[in-house]
T-cell receptor
Framework: DTEVTQTPKHLVMGMTNKKSLKCEQHMGHRAMYWYKQKAKKPPELMFVYSYEKLSINESVPSRFSPECPNSSLLNLHLHALQPEDSALYLC??????????????FGPGTRLTVT | GENVEQHPSTLSVQEGDSAVIKCTYSDSASNYFPWYKQELGKRPQLIIDIRSNVGEKKDQRIAVTLNKTAKHFSLHITETQPEDSAVYFCAASTSGTYKYIFGTGTRLKVLA
């Protein structure tokens, strides 16, 4: 099974709302990623978890708060977002890097609109 | 910082022709180079990858070549079909990091 799942598919939220995005994989991957993708642009790395510990935070504003409850789950908590945060949010997973590059598998994404 | 340049940004080919997309990376330590296909509204999908100890890899109509000296790698699609139409992203990654540096993408249109 090479599937990463994400919920919800679509999310519309106001600037004062609090919501969460969820991601799940059952491939035994120990690295999980959050990316943000704007239209016609490549995915932009936000956070990386390795063995459930935060390894990379690409200077993401604190209104985005990641959480990795266990090795299969990854959440992204959203609070007080801005309209410019509207984008496709992609989750991905891979084996831990080790000594070589590992295939990274993406989930279908959550299309987020901030009103 | 690390950078991956990708060309062309758009590419139109007739069905049955070949398509070539080129990427150049800046970090000489990069050693893993995946290619992703992203159809409109869908997830990026890994279609082929190459590691730095290999110069070329093929999978049916798709091939990737790597020139480590020049720090560039290319995606070759032969006998293109309308369903090959999508945005293609190259990426470069380095052992010991979790960063995949993406190119800016190429919109491929295969005209029937």
């Amino acid at each position: 099974d090479t599937e990463v799942t994400q919920t919800p598919k679509h999310l519309v939220m106001g600037m004062t709302n609090k919501k969460s995005l969820k991601c799940e994989q059952h491939m035994g991957h120990r690295a999980m990623y959050w990316y943000k993708q704007k239209a016609k642009k490549p995915p932009e790395l936000m956070f990386v978890y390795s063995y459930e510990k935060l390894s990379i935070n690409e200077s993401v504003p604190s209104r985005f708060s990641p959480e990795c409850p266990n090795s299969s789950l990854l959440n992204l908590h959203l609070h007080a977002l801005q309209p410019e945060d509207s984008a496709l949010y992609l989750c991905a997973s891979s084996q831990d890097r080790g000594s070589g590059g590992y295939e990274q598998y993406f989930g279908p994404g959550t299309r987020l609109t901030v009103t | 910082g690390e950078n991956v340049e990708q060309h062309p940004s758009t590419l139109s080919v007739q069905e049955g022709d070949s398509a070539v997309i080129k990427c150049t990376y800046s970090d000489s330590a990069s050693n893993y180079f995946p290619w992703y296909k992203q159809e409109l509204g869908k997830r990026p999908q890994l279609i082929i990858d190459i590691r730095s100890n290999v110069g070329e890899k093929k999978d049916q109509r798709i091939a990737v070549t790597l020139n480590k000296t020049a720090k560039h790698f290319s995606l070759h699609i032969t006998e293109t079909q309308p369903e090959d139409s999508a945005v293609y992203f190259c990426a470069a990654s380095t052992s010991g990091t979790y960063k995949y540096i993406f190119g800016t993408g190429t919109r491929l249109k295969v005209l029937a």
